[in-house]
């Protein structure tokens, strides 16, 4: 779905990623944004985000997404696929595209 953006908007990894950079520009650079980013939605401290903790994170930065898109940028984001997200994977997504 990810290749067939133009057919599944909704799965454009691109567009996605540009929902979640919007808020850096109310901060210095992207890694403050960054570090800000997975202090909100790492809400057990364990360093990681699943995908429920993402989830709810975005909703609670007003960023909403539906499942597929979710799935999309989890998918994005966890450059390793061991279903979670570090700072490092986190940071290093967000750089890449900005």
Request: charge should be negative.
């Amino acid at each position: 779905m990810e290749e067939n953006a133009t057919v599944f908007p909704e799965a454009s990894v691109e567009a996605l990623v540009d929902k979640i950079k919007k808020g850096a520009c109310k901060f210095n650079s992207l890694q403050e944004y960054a570090v800000h980013l997975m202090k909100v939605l790492d809400k057990n401290n364990d360093s990681f985000v699943d995908l429920n903790e993402f989830c709810a994170g975005l909703q609670s930065l007003n960023i909403f997404v539906s499942k597929q898109e979710m799935h999309t940028l989890l998918r994005r984001f966890d450059v390793n696929g061991d279903g979670k997200i570090s700072m490092e994977e986190f940071y290093n997504t967000l750089a890449a595209n900005f």
